[in-house]
């Protein structure tokens, strides 16, 4: 597509002229010129982080001569033409600022060669003044110099970092770009040492070769789509936490961003598995029409407006929610020959989709090889110890009768043939440690429980559960609660009366300027009520949910589960030991406690031969 000046009106309706802050935000613009010019393959060579040479070169689609000048022109671009592509931008750049902006404060050096010219051409920028356009070589596509960053604005210059710092920021530039574009090759070098090379590949093999294998032994994929909206990628479980932001990559379309309502939903979605002061790691990808979002929102176009926020926060977080939830407990393939299952470090193991309930006793189905688990609640009448004692016997090699179990089985119950080995996910409960951990054996090797954490979970979950199917009470106010409320308050209220009454509350406009609270959910009866309104009315506007409410019930829920939970010091027999680790593998989330803290870990006999340099 030919390069052409934008026309006097649309110039206007764009927002912001962009702003070259360090290296790495030049960088970015000139790495999203080549990508949207199809390049395959990218190289950057950067000197003293970007200050002196930030130098890219591309294989894509290059520039015919008599555009060269335009290239380097305000608000000239290839990309949109009218106002109507403006609002269904699907190009990484689209302003025609970018490389005008680097002129205008550096050395800037353009060569390109279309498919169709006999050779490349050359044009040169200093001080934002163009030079002639003369012939060069170049076998094909374009490269981009820009030397001597902020030469000619010393204020600006002085405010830049070390040239480490600076070459961290720019490294982390390509490292997201090469995320977002897999099908792309990358090679990154810096004073002359190649520091970074991304051969083209899948987004699940860049992920796996930009976070490192840790990440990806950590993280649970996820693809799923709702109508337009589709989100893929990589979540990383609470067990790999970290202690910063420095692992969160958040793609809409294609292009990295920052934006709050996205950045929310993820966070409610993690609320209830990960500790408070820790951070998820994640590479999500969404994907939607490029009319649903709007791109020309910030200058450096990290932030984005969504045209129906609300449903894409709903979508976001309930995605992540079935993803951490469902697939929080993998499910271990016995091997029959003997080999040992290859280990997932702090990960707990999921039971097979056919586990169900059970108020009476944990279960065996004798008839299906892969092991269909049954739950049960504590405290427990099971033959459970029995199959414990055959297995710890077969173990050890000793063939002893094992423990009589009744040739008719209690109603909910089924008989454990002794010629059946293989055990649950989390195994049997083999003793009680300090009053705090249950020792269980698995066919992987040693499971070790917090019992308390672990139980927490079960309670909380369950109380959610409960709470959820039924009718949520609510509590008249003895004196109601009046409060002068801004306009969009009183609009809120006014629409989402009927939603509001679903939860508990009873609000009326008393002016037009005042709400009263005549009555609240009967379990938040003793919160604030105006400190509580304004945050659910703000929340219904924002997301179209009561995320105070649900923050709000989740806490109180997480204290009664606290407060029911097994205590430390409590002495637990074997059949209750087993219930708690049968409740853990049909409970979702199971892996961690309601404070984000894990409840479980996994030793294999690998390790524990490792501890005893066993084969050494």
Request: proline share 5%; aromatic share 6%; glycine share 6%.
């Amino acid at each position: 597509m030919s390069i052409r000046l934008l026309p006097d009106l649309l110039v206007s309706q764009i927002a912001a002229g962009e702003v070259v802050e360090r290296p790495a935000s030049a960088l970015k613009e000139v790495l999203e010129n080549s990508l949207d010019a199809g390049s395959t393959e990218i190289r950057v060579d950067l000197e003293e982080g970007g200050i002196k040479l930030i130098r890219v070169a591309d294989d894509g689609a290059g520039i015919v001569p008599e555009e060269l000048p335009l290239a380097l022109t305000r608000h000239a671009t290839s990309k949109i033409f009218s106002l109507d592509e403006l609002e269904r931008v699907a190009s990484l750049g689209f302003r025609g600022e970018a490389l005008a902006s680097i002129a205008s404060v550096a050395r800037v050096e353009l060569i390109s060669r279309a498919p169709q010219q006999a050779h490349a051409w050359k044009i040169v920028a200093l001080d934002g003044v163009l030079g002639q356009a003369e012939p060069a070589a170049l076998n094909n596509g374009t490269v981009i110099e820009a030397r001597d960053l902020f030469f000619n604005t010393p204020a600006r210059r002085k405010f830049l970092k070390t040239a480490a710092t600076e070459y961290g920021h720019c490294d982390e530039t390509l490292r997201r770009l090469a995320l977002a574009h897999p099908g792309c090759a990358f090679t990154l070098t810096h004073n002359g040492r190649v520091a970074r090379r991304y051969a083209v590949s899948d987004w699940q093999a860049r992920a796996l070769e930009v976070l490192g294998e840790d990440f990806a032994e950590a993280a649970r994929t996820l693809d799923e789509a709702a109508g337009p909206l589709r989100l893929f990628g990589l979540a990383g479980l609470p067990a790999y936490s970290r202690a910063g932001r420095d692992a969160q990559y958040l793609f809409v379309n294609g292009r990295f961003v920052r934006d709050k309502l996205l950045n929310h939903a993820i966070r409610e979605a993690y609320r209830d598995v990960l500790h408070h002061e820790r951070h998820p790691a994640y590479v999500l990808f969404l994907e939607l029409p490029p009319e649903g979002v709007d791109v020309n929102v910030h200058p450096a176009k990290t932030e984005v407006r969504f045209r129906d926020g609300r449903g894409v926060h709903q979508f976001v977080r309930h995605v992540l929610e079935r993803a951490l939830g469902k697939d929080a407990r993998r499910e271990v393939d016995v091997s029959t020959s003997g080999e040992e299952a290859p280990r997932i470090p702090l990960r707990s193991i999921r039971a097979t989709p056919e586990v169900v309930g059970s108020l009476d006793g944990a279960q065996r189905n004798p008839g299906n090889s892969t092991s269909n688990w049954s739950q049960s609640r504590m405290p427990l009448h099971a033959d459970e110890p029995s199959a414990y004692y055959r297995m710890v016997g077969e173990a050890l090699g000793h063939h002893t009768p094992a423990a009589p179990v009744s040739p008719e089985p209690v109603e909910g119950q089924v008989a454990v043939p002794a010629d059946v080995a293989i055990s649950p996910p989390l195994g049997y409960a083999l003793a009680q440690l300090s009053g705090v951990y249950v020792l269980a054996q698995n066919d992987r090797g040693l499971i070790v429980v917090d019992m308390h954490a672990a139980h927490e979970r079960i309670l909380y979950e369950r109380l959610k559960t409960a709470f959820d199917s039924q009718q949520i009470a609510s509590q008249p106010l003895l004196i109601p609660v009046v409060f002068a409320a801004t306009a969009l308050e009183m609009s809120v209220a006014e629409e989402g009366r009927a939603a509001l009454a679903g939860m508990g509350f009873e609000i009326a406009a008393v002016s037009p300027t005042h709400l009263a609270v005549r009555a609240l959910p009967a379990m938040l009866k003793d919160a604030e009520a105006e400190t509580l309104v304004r945050e659910v009315l703000q929340d219904m506007r924002e997301f179209g949910i009561s995320e105070a409410m649900t923050a709000r019930r989740n806490q109180l829920l997480a204290t009664l589960a606290c407060h029911g939970a097994v205590r430390a010091n409590r002495r637990l027999t074997l059949p209750e030991m087993n219930a708690l680790l049968r409740d853990m593998e049909a409970t979702e989330r199971a892996d961690q406690c309601n404070h984000g803290r894990p409840t479980w870990f996994q030793l294999s006999l690998a390790d524990l031969d490792k501890l005893f340099m066993r084969g050494q």
